[in-house]
Nanobody, 117 residues
Framework: QVQLVESGGGLVQAGGSLRLSCAASGSTFNINAMAWYRQAPGKQRELVATISSRENTNYADSVKGRFTISRGDAKTTVYLQMNSLKPEDTAVYYC???????????WGQGTQVTVSS
């Protein structure tokens, strides 16, 4: 099992920045990809950004150029630097980890990000 704990959410004004962190613990070996998802009230959970074990990254079109995903040196921590935040970025942000060899997937509990206009 893998446990994921997010931190760094909060309330920020439009145009501001936040940095989310996600720390993985437990059976972290063979984690391939890590990602951030978000879910706004009344909407489906959507993919925000992904990073592979080889540091390849992908972003949703809505956050390209504003958000940056990265992994820590130990590869068990993933960050999401969010700049130029907009009210439409308001959501609960979830950390996700995937292991390809057994198709397992893990989620954090989520951290609230609220952007005021």
């Amino acid at each position: 099992q893998v446990q994921l704990v997010e931190s760094g959410g909060g309330l920020v004004q439009a145009g501001g920045s936040l940095r989310l962190s996600c720390a993985a613990s437990g059976s972290t070996f063979n984690i391939n990809a890590m990602a951030w998802y978000r879910q706004a009230p009344g909407k489906q959970r959507e993919l925000v950004a992904t990073i592979s074990s080889r540091e390849n990254t992908n972003y949703a079109d809505s956050v390209k150029g504003r958000f940056t995903i990265s992994r820590g040196d130990a590869k068990t921590t993933v960050y999401l630097q969010m700049n130029s935040l907009k009210p439409e970025d308001t959501a609960v942000y979830y950390c996700n980890a995937k292991k390809y060899y057994d198709y397992s997937e893990y989620w954090g509990q989520g951290t609230q990000v609220t952007v005021s206009s």
